[in-house]
């Protein structure tokens, strides 16, 4: 019973179509920077939100009605897969993503649920070898379920870090039998609520312990992918362990773990944790740990996770501009880690909106080449530091002097000029080349 039969495939067919079946602005042959689009995004829809999602909120029942609702079981984890990979070929959508139980039902033990796995993940195997779509990454939900309301990696339960471990072992097999390019580890409820009944450093080098389990595994068993840890700073838990890059990276250079992991970054986890995307992508990039994204936005005015696709032009251009700087996201990808909003409840609703988010991060990509090409913001940083490029400064920058020798040159100051930064100018010209494009 497939879901999305009466949907055309869709196209590129320019700015100026008005079709709500057609890509305005994705065109994945047109080569930016020396790459095709496709190359450059690698986009991914995320199984969890456009197969499993019904709709419902902590307010109101699920609004969302599929043709696999009537099913059950296998035979309904059978059908989502049908209507997936007819989804990605409407789309053209290179890679999907996916934690264990969205794409098979949870058993009554461990063992019926890797059962369930070995016949979905034979049939997933199948429609990517005969489709040609690729897994970015695959993980293990270690959250929502009652046996992990305390953590997983974190809980105060030996047998629950025993059971995540298990979990999670055999999702790096799943990962290496369906040839996944990354692996993501996602907190989940890593964290904690109070320290009234914390033992903070146990739960930090349980988790800890944990990782580098994961990392002796996939070794053992040849899956190469790349690991990634995505960070989020609350939801459920209060204080969440990877509350966001800067913390991450400290934990696993604090662990002897970061040769081992990159991040995956989500935009709407940058802003819950009071930062910008775009601040995110930075940090890591600066440090050589930019893997991966989930492409998603967060509501402004909602103080929670709305995981809204990315419609936002600013963001996705300012994203861009991180991951052409970076050099491309390697092994990772854009996935759409967003859902349609409640009232946007039939099947050609996700039709929409994964056809405006990949619109959205196409003029991202074509204005941050534009951007990267002028060099007008790196000739303006570049200026902002000129005066650690010669004199002082550059004593400074190469290591060369010392708290005396900077006071002797500070005490002979007669006036200290600073410059402005300029920077409504620099966010005109960003709108400028936004509004330029076509």
């Not at 072992?169 to 409820?189: C, I, Q, S, T």
């Amino acid at each position: 019973m497939p879901e999305f039969k009466e949907i055309p495939v869709i196209r590129y067919e320019g700015a100026d179509s008005d079709s709500p079946y057609a890509f305005k602005q994705y065109n994945p042959d047109e080569i930016i920077a020396g790459k095709s689009m496709k190359d450059h995004l690698r986009f991914s829809a995320a199984y969890w939100h456009t197969f499993n999602a019904d709709g419902s909120d902590p307010f109101g029942a699920g609004t969302m009605r599929r043709s696999w609702d009537a099913l059950g079981g296998l035979d309904r984890a059978k059908a989502r897969v049908e209507s997936a990979f007819e989804f990605y070929d409407r789309l053209g959508l290179p890679y999907f993503a996916f934690h264990d139980v969205d794409i098979v039902p949870e058993g009554a033990s461990l063992s019926e649920t890797n059962r369930n796995l070995d016949v979905i993940v034979a049939m997933i195997k199948e429609y990517m070898e005969s489709s040609g779509v690729k897994l970015l990454w695959n993980t293990v939900n270690a959250f929502t379920h009652p046996r992990y309301v305390h953590g997983a990696a974190t809980s105060c339960s030996a047998d629950v870090f025993a059971y995540a471990a298990a979990s999670v072992k055999k999702g790096l097999e799943v990962g290496k039998e369906l040839g996944a390019e990354n692996y993501v580890f996602w907190g989940g409820r890593e964290g904690y609520e109070t320290l009234l009944n914390t033992d903070l450093k146990l739960e930090q080098d349980h988790l800890a312990a944990f990782l580098k389990m994961a990392v002796d595994y996939a070794g053992e068993i040849g899956f190469d992918a790349q690991f990634l840890i995505e960070p989020k700073p609350m939801e459920p838990t209060k204080h969440q362990y990877d509350y966001d890059v800067a913390t991450s990276l400290s934990f696993l250079q604090q662990y002897g773990l970061a040769e081992h992991f990159k991040f995956n970054i989500e935009a709407n986890h940058a802003t819950l944790a009071g930062h910008t995307f775009e601040h995110e992508l930075r940090v890591a990039r600066i440090r050589g740990m930019l893997g991966s994204v989930d492409a998603n936005q967060g509501d402004p005015l909602i103080g929670w996770d709305t995981d809204e696709f990315p419609t936002d032009l600013y963001a996705t251009t300012l994203a861009m501009y991180e991951i052409l700087q970076n050099g491309g996201l390697g092994r990772g990808g854009l996935n759409f880690d967003a859902k349609v909003r409640r009232a946007s409840f039939e099947s050609e609703d996700l039709i929409h909106a994964h056809i405006a988010g990949m619109d959205a991060f196409a003029v991202g990509l074509k204005v941050a080449a534009k951007l990267m090409d002028d060099g007008v913001l790196e000739k303006n940083i570049g200026e902002r530091y000129e005066s650690f490029t010669s004199g002082i400064g550059l004593e400074i920058q190469e290591g060369r002097t010392d708290f005396k020798k900077l006071e002797a040159y500070a005490l002979g100051l007669k006036e200290i000029r600073n410059r402005s930064g300029r920077q409504e100018r620099l966010k005109a010209i960003v709108n400028q080349a936004i509004l330029g494009v076509r």
